[in-house]
């Protein structure tokens, strides 16, 4: 693991860093606004206060703080994996390129000592064809304070949410009793937490910890300006059934489901996704900043 200088500098001075997820950067957005973004979430962590740290493999070695030229030759990368915890390993043992998911990043972050990170959506689970994101697993055993605009759009909410309880994951909701979901602020599912402000995110972080509590604490923030929610639920129903009669599957599935979703709200979900992705970067460093205050 190579943790770089000016991270490494930062958390040796106690100064707030924030961790990037990096798969949203290789797999979640398209070529080349996947670049912009990444460079904008960095600049929102620093307009925060706090030091950027985009988490990835590059070549087989595990990368903590990436430099402008690195992060635009992974951006560009058209042979970058996706890193989860399954296939960690056998990446950096074979050498390859990877964007590393919620799972990965989490684990990878708290082995380098950052407490915070950034992402768009967290992976959860979908009932049929049945599929759970390690996502879910990873969170239950690490302790680390996670900012996110809630699951992925095309996930089942409900479900998720109900073995986030079950593993022990704190949720906390950012100004909000509902959850929110991705390209939308809000849904009729309730939380249990609601938090007004990055010290109150920040007093449940250090609770959690001072208790000895080994999951993650997750910060759920909704979008400043998102679109309706039976209006993407009914959108996803539709991008699902099509998927499904087109036996489309597996990794294939959410590039897929993305896609349709932009064509179906003429580009309106990408916009959301960009914004959400930048407004979550920002709320991380202030987090941030008031642990390490
Ligand atoms: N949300 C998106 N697009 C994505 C992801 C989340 O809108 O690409 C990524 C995140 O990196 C998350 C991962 O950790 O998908 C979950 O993948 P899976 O369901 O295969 O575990
Ligand atoms: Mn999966």
Redesign the pocket.
Known sequence: MRIAPFVSEALSKNQPVVAL?S??IT??LARPENLEVARAMVVAVREAGAVPAVIAIVRGEVRVGLEEEELKALAEDQAAEKA?LWNLSALVASRRTAGT???ATAFLAHRAGIPVFA?????GVHPSPF?E???LVALARTPILVVSSGM?SILDLAATLERLETLGVAVLGYRTDRLPA?HSPTSPYSLPTRVESPEEAAAVYRAQRGLGLSPAVLVFHPVSEGLPFERVRAWVEEANAEAQSRGIQGKAL?PFL?RRLAEQSKGATDRV?RRLLVENARLAGEIARALAG
């Open positions: 997820e798969t949203v797999h979640g989860s998911t919620v799972a992402t768009g959506g967290i992976g599929d994101s390690a996502d992925k991705f959410t993305l996704n």
